[in-house]
């Protein structure tokens, strides 16, 4: 059977079951043009929409799924997605049980998280920038979309994609503080680059708040530079690097 991702895109390599489908796509592909090019999934960006529709088409077909494409706005609500769920839903994470139908999470630097039960029965995918993260609390979208799983947090696999490095994501102290005032462990995935400003290691955020919501099988974006948006720009879109430019995503469906 030929393979319908293009090879460019990244595959999770995590023991999911054969049920799940998931990819996150790449610049790889497509028809946009500077500074969109290639595979721009995102409407907002100002790439021709007739671009963007057909390569929301070309993910759909290449999952098998309709992609549902959330209206992301840097916060923490997570809906579960149903047949009727509409594009442009505004929320910063989806979960479902409905099969042909795929979670989405757009990205260009923001880190997306993949989930699904070890029974096959449901998947999730979360948009995960700084602000939706550290959430309101200590409760974000990361224990959001855990919770809107129906298992026990030991019974789910989680994938992060590709996202801003640890070498690049330069921060202010009020965002170190967003999570060290919740949580003073964090202060190990923030370093000191001058006063007043640190680098923030997002997907080493990303694994704390997963393991502290009961979720130990993590795999993929560890902070190495491999994983890092910024610094390959023939690779990903980066709005951080470039201000205008397209969107990746990370989908997952159920077959």
């Not at 595979?39 to 100002?46: A, D, K």
């Not at 963007?52 to 923490?76: E, I, K, N, S, T």
């Amino acid at each position: 059977m030929t393979d319908p991702f293009d090879p460019a895109w990244l595959r999770p390599q995590w023991p999911a079951p054969a049920a799940v489908r998931a990819v996150c796509t790449t610049r790889a592909g497509g028809q946009s043009q500077a500074p969109f090019d290639r595979f721009n999934l995102g409407e907002r960006v100002g790439d021709d929409p007739q671009h963007v529709a057909a390569h929301r088409r070309q993910l759909g077909a290449a999952l098998g799924a309709r992609p549902v494409f959330l209206h992301q706005v840097h916060g923490f609500e997570v809906v579960a997605a149903r047949a009727d769920t509409p594009d442009g839903t505004q929320a910063d994470g989806a979960q479902t049980r409905v099969r042909g139908l795929a979670c989405t999470a757009q990205v260009a630097d923001c880190l997306p998280v993949l989930l699904c039960d070890r029974a096959g029965a449901q998947v999730a995918a979360l948009h995960a920038g700084w602000r939706g993260l550290a959430g309101s609390g200590g409760a974000g979208v990361v224990e959001r979309g855990v919770a809107a799983m129906d298992a026990a947090p030991g019974e789910l696999l989680a994938w992060l994609g590709p996202c801003i490095g640890p070498q690049a994501f330069e921060v202010g102290e009020d965002v170190r503080q967003a999570f060290v005032a919740v949580d003073p462990a964090t202060a190990a995935c923030f370093s000191a680059l001058r006063p007043g400003k640190w680098l923030a290691d997002l997907p080493a955020l990303a694994r704390q708040r997963l393991q502290a919501a009961g979720v130990q099988a993590i795999y993929g974006n560890d902070g190495s530079p491999v994983w890092c948006t910024v610094s390959q720009p023939a690779r990903f879109f980066s709005f951080r690097r470039d201000g205008v430019c397209g969107r990746m995503a990370a989908a997952i469906a159920l077959a």
